[in-house]
């Protein structure tokens, strides 16, 4: 059974910075991508960051420029650098792998998340 556990949430103040970490355990065959998503009260979980297999990245418009997403393949670990950070910033962060792989002919793919990390920027 995959489980994704996160760390690195907390509080700090507007401009500071956060590094979020994930790590993965169990039997993962193929990972497609790794990223975070985030959940503010009230509104619909959005992507954050993710990156994938080949090494893309991609950014909500919101966080270009201050996150940075990278991952550890020999740890199976993701991570998601914060700078500058925002009150907006503010939700619980979802750590997020994608899995696909063949069984012959067949295509087949699972979705994991983490519990759950909290970030709150506040001054």
């Known amino acids: 059974q995959v489980q994704l556990v996160e760390s690195g949430g907390g509080l700090v103040q507007p401009g500071e910075s956060l590094m979020l970490s994930c790590a993965a355990s169990?039997?993962?065959?193929?990972?497609?991508?790794m990223g975070w998503y985030r959940q503010a009260p009230g509104k619909q979980r959005e992507l954050v960051a993710s990156?994938?297999?080949?090494?893309?990245?991609t950014y909500a418009d919101s966080v270009k420029g201050r996150f940075t997403v990278s991952r550890d393949t020999t740890k199976n670990m993701v991570y998601l650098q914060m700078n500058s950070l925002e009150p907006e910033d503010t939700a619980v962060y979802y750590c997020?792998?994608?899995?696909?792989?063949?069984?012959?002919?067949?295509?087949?793919?699972?979705?994991?998340w983490g519990q759950g990390a909290q970030v709150t920027v506040s001054s």
């Open positions: 997020h792998v994608h899995e696909t792989y063949y069984i012959g002919s067949q295509f087949r793919q699972n979705e994991y």
């Open positions: 169990g039997r993962i065959v193929s990972v497609r991508a």
């Open positions: 990156i994938r297999y080949d090494d893309i990245t």
